[in-house]
Structure formats: structure tokens, C-alpha cells
């Protein structure tokens, strides 16, 4: 029986909007908008979606790297949101992120060993020749040489950042790896070499993934499941070979109609939205994608469907209601 790692109950980030001298709060930018999700022990859970649609904001949000409004983060059973940061700090060695930028998220005054060798530091794992012996270790797991770890991070190419990065991750130890866009920055050939080295070391290490990207052909090669969002919101979540072959949202269809098919003799029909993705500090009312719905019908303007279960799939659209 699969045993659930993280548990997301109504997890919801709004950011305030603020005008005027004195700063007052107008509105919110409803970045999440009240997520209900589970990702279970040794999987990987691909988020996909439009950019702005939410998808790095929930992986911080889940990390506590940002506060959320309101809602529950459950590790292995335990809240992160009402966590002291004492408690928290213990369990931040158990999750670790892998960032989408490569060339911003090292830090150009530190030596590679020093990036990889800092979260050693901060909660105290490893110090002098045993540390050196781990940063040496890691440098070797991803691919790179223990010599690297004299060097700075700007002497290095994109797809070697991206290792360090990961690198520093997995210093740690931790059963849980956002990775956010890990490989969007790349070149489509070293794209292929980051992904086989993540698939690799989860077998290895026993990780647990939250793989967010935009590219669908990337999450379906990596993903056990996938969960699709829209404006905040997950609007289906299903097993990576049941969403291609079947998908029923309206916008997972339309998603998966722009995937290109390596094969000119394959005709496929495309589904093209109307208009634009609506702003997020003034969603619609009812079904937030029905004004750019071709099945959209009279409850989607104004009742919000909730996220159900159809034939194994987690899908919210009044269509199967």
C-alpha cells in the first residue's frame, strides 16, 4: 500500500495588492487558490500548467519558503504551517529544492565545494576532512569530478550547474526533491542527461519528487502522476498514461493537443483557447477557465466544480457531475 508523504489540504496563497501612500490592501493576487493533493512515498508528481498559473508557488509554499493564507502541509503527518522554527528547522533537512536557474541560484563569491558543503554547515552534519570527504562524494554522484570543487560557478556550463545544484540538494540526504523547472534553462540535449541523472538517483537514494514544468513531454518521461493546473487551482490529476490517453478536462485536452508528435505522417487536431489566461487578482466566477471553454455551459459561470473522482481520474468540471 503506497504510504503518503506529503498531504496538501486547502493549501491557498494570496499576495496582497497595496496602493496608495499609507500602502492600504486593495485586492490579492490568488496565486493558490485552495489545492487538495497527496504525493506518496517514492513517486514523482508532475504539476503542469501555464506560466503564472501557480505551479512554483506551490512548491514553496509546500517547503515553507513562503507562508501560505491558509490551509495544511502535512510530512508524514505532521503540520509544517504550525510548526515553531525550531521544529521546522529539523524537518528542512528532510526537503530540499532544485531551482530553475542554474546561473542565479549558485552564488558567484562561493567555490562549488562551498555551495555544496554549506547546508553541511548550517545544521552541523559534517565538518573539516569529513565534510570534504561528502562534497567530494557528491560531486562524484552527479557526474562531476572532486577537482570541481576548487572552482566557481561561472566557470561552468548550464547543464553543470544544474548539477551542483542538485548537488547541494541531496547533501542533506532528504526524501523530498521539489524540482522546480530543473531543466527549462537547458539545452534540449543536456535536457535528456539532467533528467536520466534525477530518474537515477531516486532509484539510488529513495527520493521523492515534485517535478514542476511546463514542458509535458518532459513530465510524462519523469512522472509517475500528473496533476494539471489552472489559476491557482488543479483541475486534473490522474496516472501520466491515463492523462495522455484519456484526458477529460476541457484544458488537459487542449494542453495535450499542442504536444508535437515526432511523426509528419500523424495528423492531429489542435485545440486552440480564446483569449488570455484571466488575472489572478480577478479570477472569474464559477469554473475559472469557462471564458475560455468550448464546452463551457450555464452552472460553469457560476458555480466552482469541485475536484472528483471519474473512472480512476481526479478531474473538476461539471461535465461529469
Known amino acids: 500500500m503506497k504510504q503518503p508523504l506529503i498531504e496538501v489540504k486547502n493549501l491557498k496563497k494570496y499576495f496582497p495588492i497595496k496602493k496608495g501612500i499609507f500602502s492600504r490592501t486593495v485586492n490579492h493576487v490568488k496565486a493558490v487558490d485552495g489545492l487538495d493533493f497527496t504525493i506518496y512515498k517514492g513517486e514523482t508528481l508532475g504539476l503542469v500548467g501555464e506560466s503564472g498559473c501557480g505551479k512554483s508557488t506551490t512548491g514553496r509554499t509546500i517547503l515553507q519558503l513562503l507562508q501560505p493564507t491558509e490551509g495544511e502541509v502535512l510530512y508524514e503527518g505532521r503540520n509544517l504551517v504550525s510548526m515553531n522554527p525550531g521544529e521546522l528547522r529539523k524537518i528542512r533537512r528532510d526537503m530540499q529544492m532544485v531551482f530553475q536557474d542554474p546561473y542565479t541560484s549558485l552564488d558567484p563569491r562561493m567555490t562549488v565545494g562551498e555551495i555544496i558543503a554549506e547546508p553541511l554547515t548550517i545544521h552541523g ?57 530543473p531543466v527549462s534553462a537547458l539545452d534540449v540535449s543536456i535536457q535528456s542527461q539532467v533528467i536520466n541523472l534525477l530518474q537515477e538517483l531516486q532509484e539510488q537514494f529513495q527520493l521523492t519528487y515534485l517535478f514542476i514544468a511546463h514542458d509535458l513531454s518532459v513530465v510524462r518521461h519523469i512522472s509517475d502522476r500528473i496533476g494539471v493546473m489552472y489559476l491557482g487551482r488543479i483541475v486534473e490529476l490522474a496516472d501520466k498514461n491515463e492523462l495522455f490517453h484519456s484526458p477529460k478536462h476541457p484544458y488537459t485536452k487542449a494542453l495535450l493537443s499542442a504536444v508535437p508528435i515526432p511523426n509528419p505522417l500523424v495528423k492531429k487536431e489542435r485545440i486552440v483557447l480564446q483569449g488570455d489566461v484571466p488575472s489572478p487578482a480577478n479570477p472569474p466566477s464559477g469554473c475559472t477557465f ?3 471553454c468550448g464546452e463551457c455551459m450555464a452552472i460553469c459561470r457560476t458555480e466552482k466544480p469541485e475536484l472528483k473522482e471519474v473512472n480512476g481520474q481526479f478531474v473538476a468540471c461539471h461535465l461529469y457531475n
Do not use: C, M, T, W
Not at 125 to 132: F, P
Not at 140 to 153: D, E, F
Open 125 to 181: 552534519v559534517a565538518h573539516g576532512k569529513e565534510r570534504d570527504r561528502r562534497v567530494e562524494e557528491l560531486l562524484n554522484v552527479v557526474g562531476l569530478s572532486s577537482y570541481h570543487a576548487k572552482r566557481y560557478a561561472h566557470e561552468f556550463s548550464g547543464g553543470q550547474r544544474q548539477r551542483i545544484g542538485i548537488a547541494r540538494a541531496l547533501a542533506l540526504n532528504p526524501k523530498l526533491i521539489v524540482a522546480d523547472e
Open 290 to 292: 469557462h471564458p475560455r
